[in-house]
């Protein structure tokens, strides 16, 4: 119930002196005059005039003449009731049932038990069209690809975007979920999967134990970038060195190096070979793409476009992470590794994985605190 300044015969809905609506209001339940509010700036409901709600934009509620107002859902809701009664106080004097359902229908965070199910979960997000947080940890019920794009289809038909939605505990979403994602427009997403894959990260555990020669995967953000019957294939993300591109270029003086590239920062992308690779978000680079938007490119070829984009203006330096060497893993070593719970396999958002989207020192901890 929301309490208004401008008294209890106004709320229920009587001009101002109004006695006789009061005295109605005051003989039945003493919360009734108190719940039905105007919104901000309304007088009475003589000013409140019925209106089509069509849209956001910039944050607000628009109605049908194109004027904004910045009124909460379960105002939106009461107010609708109101406008349209006609005069007749009888709609106004709803059961404690009613109110419930305005308030459900008004409800911005919904929390979803382990054990609903889907139809019961798709009906909760249809009948409540002012979402905005949704939490769907552990929930058995949207624990897969499919249940997923129904709740992405649901939420790109409405106005109102969705600004949160939680998936910690999932093991079943693959690369349809994070295509699903995208298409909804959220950011900064990530969640756990079962599911070692082309584009997935795996994220090493806190208590992982890494052997003398691999220290560089403590705390560490590997992008998969092949997975085949010869083994798995990536790349670490957040691994700085002290080595600069000018030193690279100094060692192989035969490299299309770019003056411009000398001072780009090289990351130590694994322990096994010294190829090097640059990560990108470039289409009209292009090269290998991982998944939507995430290129990956190799060989002198590819270096000297990358130079000439950045000579042209078309790419800064800082978009380019430049990554020596690799990580592999052959046969089922690391199904094994798996097993004893060393690596968090995780699909997310692209800004994770692009250079220059955030600090490299932050990803780990990140992506942690989102995956678990």
């Excluded at 944050?59 to 406008?83: H, R, W």
């Excluded at 199910?117 to 939490?135: E, G, N, T, Y």
């Excluded at 476009?305 to 790419?315: E, I, S, T």
């Amino acid at each position: 119930a929301r309490t208004r300044a401008h008294g209890d015969a106004m709320a229920v809905g009587g001009a101002a002196g109004g006695d006789g609506v009061a005295a109605a209001a005051a003989e039945r339940a003493p919360w009734v005059p108190r719940v039905v509010g105007y919104g901000h700036g309304k007088d009475g409901p003589e000013k409140l005039q019925p209106r089509s709600l069509v849209g956001r934009s910039g944050g607000k509620l628009v109605d049908g003449s194109g004027a904004d107002t910045d009124i909460d859902p379960f105002e939106v809701c009461l107010e609708v009731v109101v406008a349209f009664a006609g005069g007749d106080l009888a709609p106004l004097l709803w059961t404690a049932a009613s109110w419930r359902r305005a308030a459900l229908r008004g409800s911005r965070r919904l929390r979803v038990l382990s054990k609903a199910s889907r139809q019961v979960i798709l009906d909760a997000l249809r009948s409540r069209p002012f979402l905005r947080c949704i939490d769907l940890c552990s929930c058995e019920a949207m624990n897969s690809d499919a249940a997923l794009a129904e709740l992405v289809d649901i939420f790109r038909r409405r106005s109102v975007q969705l600004d949160s939605l939680r998936l910690t505990g999932t093991t079943a979403l693959g690369v349809r979920s994070r295509q699903s994602l995208r298409r909804l427009g959220l950011t900064c997403w990530a969640f756990p999967t079962s599911q070692v894959e082309q584009g997935c990260v795996l994220l090493s555990r806190p208590n992982f134990v890494a052997q003398e020669s691999q220290p560089h995967l403590v705390r560490s953000v590997v992008l998969v970038v092949r997975r085949d019957a010869g083994g798995i294939l990536g790349l670490a993300l957040n691994k700085p060195t002290v080595l600069e591109m000018a030193r690279l270029s100094a060692e192989s003086p035969t490299a299309p190096w770019s003056p411009q590239l000398d001072e780009c920062p090289v990351f130590c992308g694994g322990d096994q070979g010294r190829e090097l690779t640059l990560l990108h978000g470039n289409k009209e680079l292009g090269g290998t793409e991982l998944v939507d938007g995430v290129f990956l490119a190799q060989g002198d070829r590819e270096f000297a476009r990358a130079a000439d984009f950045v000579r042209w203006g078309k790419m800064r330096p800082e978009d380019c992470r430049w990554l020596l060497g690799s990580c592999h893993w052959s046969g089922d070593e690391l199904r094994h590794e798996l097993a004893f719970g060393m690596w968090q396999p995780a699909h997310c958002d692209n800004r994770y994985l692009l250079p220059h989207s955030g600090s490299f020192d932050d990803l780990w901890s990140d992506l942690h605190t989102l995956t678990s």
